[in-house]
């Protein structure tokens, strides 16, 4: 099984900054590609930030400017710098990766971390 462990998370100002990192167990990270999304309860989980197996960036509307996102394939790692957070980005953050077809599977999967809490306080 896959796993991807997050950490990271907590409670900081409006203003402040936190880094949520991901850690994955799976052999072929490299070609794999990642990303961030989040979830506030009554709402449909959303893209935050993804980066593709060719290091290409994308990000949603709402974090351009204020969020980074970068992965270290070395070291199996997924990392979101996150600045100038507002209240609104309070939600659960969840890591995913998507495993692109190779060997015998046609499909890409996805796999997803447990989820970790950020809040940003008034």
């Known amino acids: 099984q896959v796993r991807l462990v997050e950490s990271g998370g907590g409670l900081v100002q409006a203003g402040g900054s936190l880094t949520l990192s991901c850690v994955a167990s799976?052999?072929?990270?490299?070609?794999?590609?990642l990303g961030w999304y989040r979830q506030v309860p009554g709402k449909q989980r959303e893209l935050v930030a993804r980066?593709?197996?060719?290091?290409?960036?994308v990000y949603a509307d709402s974090v351009k400017g204020r969020f980074a996102i970068s992965r270290d394939n070395a070291r199996n790692t997924v990392t979101l710098q996150m600045n100038s957070l507002k209240p609104e980005d309070t939600a659960a953050y969840y890591c995913n990766l998507q495993s692109p077809p190779f060997g015998s599977r046609r499909n890409e999967v996805n796999y997803w971390g447990q989820g970790i809490q950020v809040t940003v306080s008034s």
């Open positions: 980066i593709t197996s060719s290091h290409t960036p």
């Open positions: 799976e052999s072929h990270f490299s070609i794999s590609h």
